[in-house]
């Protein structure tokens, strides 16, 4: 007898910097605690933007052939052995990582610093593993989330982003208890879904700081921010002294303009640009909270001594553990309102390349700004 051919579907897949190819694969059927999904909308991140540019992600260089993608969701099409939770049809959100359930990270529910996670779309572990720009692949059922009703596949997309701004509130102790004031370094897509989160949190302030007029405008005329301020463009600092005596004037500058000048509870740094970290520290309240959520300059001089002195916290804030229900409940909710005006601009899985082109930009043939970008399965 002839071996049983295989069905294919279609994928995106990187092979090297700015050479990604639209291929046919062969499509296995899922195995042991695995399900079929159908992709139906991938976001695409910062993270899968170097990898597309650079064929690497700061340390993290591609080795092999590797499917981007890890913000999405999509329709249950099969169920492998021993799944009982999920039935094809279902409407799910895919988290991307996948726990080893067997650390001591694990085990105190931090599965985001798991030493043994593999993250979709990541060249941190070798062989790698294949992301979701692709028209169908297998993900373990235990990190498939269920979809409200009210919840649409390019919301479930949203949850991945919005899973970061989450774990960040979390360990900043934002709560709708005490309602704090905070500020946003940066409205990219993550400065936005910041902004919006400190709102349904029922901050009694939400402002946000950044270098591009035309991203904060769109965050006063869509509700995200109730006051913006944009830094001014200057030359380098020519000496540590001068960048941190610059990031205090600036930053004392932005919080006259907000009349806020002991500065805010909270604050949230979307950028990862150092200037705007050094600023983080001044912008926050005697006795408040940093949150370094922007990945980007890999040593940063801070400073500490300011910190120290008014127990400022900083914190770091690295993916998420334990927050896709919730995610996909706010969303669902209608209390994030607006937060689809983040993305921007859609395409078909076939132009994917296309797509990361235009992310790179920034700007598209008609001059309008990119924030997020979908790109569909089916």
């Not at 910062?46 to 993608?69: I, K, T």
């Not at 509870?265 to 520290?281: H, N």
């Amino acid at each position: 007898m002839s071996p049983v051919a295989l069905p294919t579907q279609h994928a995106a897949v990187l092979h090297g910097a700015k050479d990604l190819r639209f291929e046919e694969r062969a499509l296995w059927p899922p195995q042991q605690g695995q399900v079929q999904v159908a992709v139906a909308a991938t976001g695409l991140c910062g993270s899968d933007l170097h990898y597309y540019m650079h064929g690497r992600n700061g340390d993290f260089v591609v080795q092999q052939p590797l499917v981007l993608g890890h913000e999405a969701g999509g329709i249950v099409t099969a169920v492998g052995p021993g799944v009982k939770n999920l039935v094809p049809g279902q409407r799910v959100a895919i988290e991307a990582g996948i726990m080893c359930n067997d650390c001591s990270y694990c085990a105190k529910g931090r599965y985001n610093l798991c030493k043994n996670m593999r993250f979709c779309s990541s060249a941190k572990t070798f062989p790698h593993l294949d992301g979701t720009l692709q028209e169908r692949m297998n993900h373990p059922a235990h990190v498939l989330h269920p979809l409200p009703d009210d919840c649409t596949f390019e919301q479930a997309a949203l949850a991945e982003p919005l899973s970061v701004l989450l774990h960040a509130s979390r360990r900043a102790d934002l709560t709708t208890d005490h309602p704090s004031t905070v500020l946003v370094f940066g409205v990219g897509a993550i400065g936005l879904l910041a902004c919006a989160l400190a709102k349904s949190y029922g901050a009694s302030r939400v402002v946000a700081i950044d270098i591009n007029r035309a991203r904060l405008d769109f965050a006063l005329e869509q509700g995200f921010a109730q006051q913006v301020y944009c830094l001014p463009m200057v030359d380098k600092a020519k000496t540590t002294d001068e960048q941190l005596r610059r990031a205090k004037e600036t930053v004392s500058t932005a919080l006259s303009e907000f009349n806020m000048p002991d500065g805010f509870d909270v604050v949230f740094e979307c950028t990862g640009a150092e200037p705007c970290i050094q600023m983080s520290v001044h912008a926050a309240v005697t006795g408040g909270k940093v949150m370094l959520v922007g990945m980007g300059a890999r040593n940063v001089t801070l400073p500490l001594s300011t910190a120290a002195t008014r127990e400022v916290d900083i914190h770091g804030s690295f993916r998420y553990a334990n927050t896709y229900p919730t995610a996909l409940a706010l969303l669902a909710s209608g209390k994030l309102p607006n937060i689809e005006s983040i993305i921007t601009h859609r395409f078909p899985l076939a132009e994917s390349a296309r797509a990361f082109d235009l992310l790179a930009k920034g700007r598209d043939e008609d001059g309008r700004m990119v924030l997020k970008v979908m790109v569909g399965g089916q």
